[in-house]
Structures are given as C-alpha cells and as structure tokens.
Nanobody, 119 residues
Framework: QVQLVESGGGSVQAGGSLRLSCAAL????????MGWYRQFPGKERELVAQ??????????DYADSVKGRFTISRAGGRNTVYLQMNNLKSEDAAVYYC??????????WGQGTQVVVST
C-alpha cells in the first residue's frame, strides 16, 4: 500500500500561480510513474502531467491544455513530485489528484486537492 500526501491546492485569481506537491510514502514496490490528474464536476479524471520515476526512464507527458503553463518535477531522488501551475485559467479549476503507478502494476490515488480560480 502506498500513502500519498498532497498539498498546495487553494484559491487564486486568474493569471496567478499555485504549486501542488505529492509525497508517496511507505511504498514497498518501486514507483515507476507519478503524476497529476484532475476532475471537473460530472466528468472523468483526465491526465494533467506525469513523470517517469523508474530506471527505465520515459517521457514527461502533459495535457495539451496545460503545456507551457504547468511544469511537473521530481524532488531529487525522492518519491515526491511537484506541479507548478502558472498563468492559471478559470478552466483549470478542478479537483487535482496525485497518482502513482508501481512496478508490479499497482495504481494509487491521493485524496484530491481543490484548485479554485477566480476571475
């Protein structure tokens, strides 16, 4: 079981910035990928950004709607990732969920953090 600790959501005016963080704790398996999804009311979760953590590497992926505005990064060699969100728009307002995938195929989700963007 992996425990995910999220922080950093909140309210911001359009054009502002927020940084989300997610720490994956107590993982007994190798984490191969971490990322952020978001969910709008009545919609399914959608990928925002993800970063490979495993030794096999891979590409960092972003949703087209956030490219150039959001940056996902890892804190050194730790199982902690950040999502820097700049130039936030009203359409970015959603619940953001941290996501982890492990080598053995486990999928884990954080509890979600609300992002509110006011205009």
């Amino acid at each position: 079981q992996v425990q995910l600790v999220e922080s950093g959501g909140g309210s911001v005016q359009a054009g502002g910035s927020l940084r989300l963080s997610c720490a994956a704790l107590r993982s007994l398996d190798i984490i191969t990928k971490m990322g952020w999804y978001r969910q709008f009311p009545g919609k399914e979760r959608e990928l925002v950004a993800q970063i490979p953590l495993g030794p096999s590497g891979g590409n960092i992926d972003y949703a087209d709607s956030v490219k150039g505005r959001f940056t996902i990064s890892r804190a050194g060699g730790r199982n902690t990732v950040y999502l820097q969100m700049n130039n936030l728009k009203s359409e970015d307002a959603a619940v953001y969920y941290c996501y982890v995938k492990t080598r053995r195929g486990g999928d884990y989700w954080g509890q979600g953090t609300q992002v509110v963007v006011s205009t």
